[in-house]
């Protein structure tokens, strides 16, 4: 949570947000790099509708029948000669983790980019006890430099633009010479490798995420764009990979399937550049590899999803597409939200990880216009489950006093249908009246919200059922 | 022997019963000329939206079964709007899971309810009586009716048809104007910042005209546009098609 920001405040976050030019400018980028990459991709594959009816269905199978393909996934993996580790909450995966890494004498660590392990707060963890996480894939590392956490899952320095990114890296890296050209992307890129090169050759663990587990081979899969993730995994001597249980596949069929969405969803690529499958520690006669291999398996509130009204956000693969294309998302970045995860997806799984009453608004903030879904590779029925949190929170009295009684006068009035056509027609009357003959008003009273930003359109007079009911029509 | 006049009643919505009955005209035309028979049954107020997307399911439920109980006996239903007629097609059913009897009053009702331009083309198949409009119009699809109904190519495909009309398309129709109901007053500056872009995109078309199926939307942009002075008219597109153009148009000036 960048700054400190936190779902509670949302509209205060949103406000300064909308207040920062430069942020507003680098979102708005998102358009016509992954907006229409994806439009583009999804176009040119004509069994494109088909794959993401096969998507959801492997997903769906998957978690009816987790537990057993949990157990086949530890089986592989112990096979091929590595570890499994169950961890229940988010400090139980940390301590897992420090003890392995304490356990190898790391002092320092390479890591591929991962949301999960943002989700349980690894590098602060490891920081805070003696140990240097170091970020390898480019966004990741930039935002570490800064001091903040990924504003979108896929592009975690979305928000940041190349201007930016070269004054952190002026300030950092601080045997730069001061001539050296860093306007392009490219020469940034560069600057980075070099930093990072002599990095990832003194780390004693490597620790990535998984996009997928394959209970067949006991395998564990990346894909990522710079290379990053096979150098964290394969030049240490440790390699420890942090999932959530909902990872899981059955089949390399599976991951083959679910890999034609996955790219093509998050940035209308076919394939990602790199997808590296790990299955166990280095064989004898293997040119490379990590002496040891360990997989540590998150739960953290995902087993409590399945079977509920939430089981289908577990489909999820985290491709971001419904970020994206997200209104709210695109007007206020990701660090408003104050979570982990933000967008549709991340207001929907939000409140499961932390709790319904510090995620007050993330339900809320959404016009529901229903693009999420309608993007989404595992056609994962966002609006709806934003719903159920509405429905949660009205059912443990968390909604707004206000907002409550605004609702419960009209719910009232609503189920009166004279008294209802009663007060319309008095309040058409009265706002037709206010508005003169200028058919649109600039300030009404207790409309604020709509008024500062807005006319209202005035009534035409009277309503429609008066108007009716005076040509005598039923 | 002729068939008898289809029954059709007409779902007015609060909002076009309050702020523009010429909506629920234009739509009553509309179903006329098409041969129907249409009547607006007396004690319909609100089809329960904005409980159900407030999270109160059984204020929902309670307006739910007032419209179930008042529109079940016609033949068919009809809705000039997406977002209402997407309410009672595709969530009263869910509001009744629990409950097999209403259960199937709602999905009977669902079945033969219909958003106003999807019943002129797909249900209907009539074209509407030639009417004239000279100038350019781009047009907005809500979300509701978009993504819930598939109400897309019907009415451009109506819209191709009136004489002197020509529509440009924005860079994005789909995208949504900010609306969302309560979310307009609740997270006003955002909602703001969506209709900015939207009615940015309407700016570019050069279009003198935004058309819509929703009078939530159409409020929305009109209260923007008319906020920033611009030129641009808004009607809801029953209006054109019925060729009931002659007064004000949305947030307009009265002659
Ligand atoms: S919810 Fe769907 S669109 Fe969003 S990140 Fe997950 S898979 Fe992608």
């Given at each position: 949570m960048s700054g400190g920001l936190t779902s509670l405040s949302f509209p205060k976050n949103a406000h300064a947000a909308l207040a920062n030019p430069p942020l507003l400018k680098a979102i708005a980028h998102i358009e016509e790099t992954l907006v229409s990459g994806r439009r583009r991709a999804a176009e040119a594959l004509p069994e494109f509708e088909a794959l993401r009816d096969a998507g959801r269905d492997i997903k769906a199978h998957t978690l009816a029948h987790l537990d057993l393909y949990l157990e086949a996934f530890e089986r592989k993996v112990v096979e091929a000669g590595g570890f499994v580790h169950w961890a229940a909450d988010a400090a139980d995966a940390n301590r897992i983790i420090l003890d392995i890494c304490q356990k190898a004498g790391a002092r320092r660590v390479t890591k591929g980019k991962s949301m999960i392990t943002e989700e349980v707060g690894l590098n602060a963890y490891l920081q805070a006890n003696g140990i240097a996480p170091v970020e390898t894939d480019l966004g990741e590392y930039i935002i570490q430099l800064r001091g903040e956490t990924p504003s979108h899952i896929i592009a975690p320095a979305v928000h940041v633009n190349k201007e930016q990114v070269a004054a952190d890296f002026r300030r950092v890296h601080?045997?730069?010479?001061?001539?050296?050209?860093?306007?392009e992307p490219t020469s940034l890129l560069a600057e980075a490798r070099g930093v990072l090169r002599e990095r990832f050759l003194s780390a004693d663990v490597g620790i990535t995420g998984a996009n997928f587990l394959v209970a067949e081979t006991g395998s564990t899969v990346i894909v990522t764009n710079e290379g990053n993730g096979d150098l964290t995994q394969i030049l240490p001597k440790t390699h420890i990979v942090l999932a959530s249980i909902e990872k899981v596949v059955p089949t390399l069929e599976d991951v083959a399937t679910i890999m034609r969405l996955l790219a093509r969803s998050a940035t209308?690529?076919?394939?990602?550049?790199y997808t590296t499958f790990s299955t166990g520690p280095r064989r004898a006669g293997d040119p490379d590899g990590p002496e040891a291999f360990h997989v540590v398996l998150l739960d953290n509130g995902r087993s409590a999803m399945l079977g509920s009204e939430f089981e289908d956000m577990l489909r999820c693969i985290r491709c971001g597409a419904c970020i994206n294309h997200c209104p709210v998302y695109r007007s206020?970045?990701?660090?408003?939200?104050?979570?982990?995860y933000p967008g549709p997806m991340g207001s929907v799984l939000t409140p499961s990880l932390q709790g319904l009453e510090k995620s007050a608004h993330l339900a809320n903030?959404?016009?529901?216009?229903?693009r999420c879904e309608s993007v989404c590779p595992m056609r994962i029925p966002l609006p709806k489950m934003l719903r159920h949190w509405r429905e949660k929170e009205f059912e443990r009295h968390l909604t707004p006093k206000k907002a409550r009684f605004g609702l419960a006068a009209w719910r009232f009035l609503a189920a009166r249908p004279r008294l209802y056509g009663l007060a319309t027609r008095l309040g058409a009357w009265g706002l037709a009246r206010l508005a003169g003959r200028d058919g649109a008003l600039r300030q009404v009273p207790l409309a604020g919200g709509w008024t500062r930003w807005r006319d209202l359109p005035a009534p035409e007079g009277g309503t429609f059922r008066t108007e009716w009911a005076k040509r005598g029509r039923k | 022997m002729t068939t008898p006049k289809p029954r059709v009643a007409l779902f007015v919505t609060c909002l076009v019963d309050f702020f523009r009955p010429t909506v629920g005209f234009s739509a009553v035309k509309l179903l006329e000329d098409a041969g129907c028979e249409v009547s607006v049954p007396a004690g319909q107020t609100c089809c329960g939206q904005p409980a159900y997307n407030s999270g109160d399911r059984a204020g929902a439920r309670a307006l739910a079964e007032q419209v179930i109980a008042l529109f079940e006996g016609f033949d068919q239903v009809v809705v000039p709007s997406g977002s209402c007629a997407g309410m009672i097609k595709t969530h009263y059913p869910d509001l009744f899971s629990g409950e097999p009897n209403w259960r199937l009053r709602a999905e009977a009702l669902a079945d033969k309810t219909h958003e106003l331009t999807s019943f002129l083309v797909d249900v209907l198949g009539v074209a509407p009586l030639p009417v004239t409009f000279e100038g350019t119009a781009t047009y907005h699809d809500s979300c509701s009716g978009l993504?819930?109904?598939?109400?897309?190519?019907q009415p451009r495909r109506l819209l191709s048809a009136v004489d002197g009309l020509t529509i440009k398309e924005m860079h994005?129709?789909?995208?949504?104007?900010?609306?969302g109901g309560a979310f307009c007053v609740k997270y006003d500056e955002i909602s703001n910042a969506i209709v900015d872009r939207k009615v940015a995109d309407v700016r570019t078309t050069g279009a003198e005209l935004l058309l819509a199926g929703d009078l939530g939307c159409l409020l929305n942009i009109a209260g923007k546009l008319k906020r920033e002075g611009s030129s641009v008219e808004v009607r809801h597109v029953a209006e054109v098609l019925a060729g009931m153009t002659n007064g004000p148009a949305i947030g307009e000036t009265r002659k």
């Open positions: 601080t045997d730069l010479d001061p001539k050296r050209n860093l306007d209308g690529q076919e394939m990602s550049v206020v970045g990701g660090h408003a939200y104050g979570s982990v903030a959404s016009t529901l216009c229903g | 993504r819930e109904l598939g109400v897309k190519d994005d129709p789909e995208a949504c104007c900010g609306f």
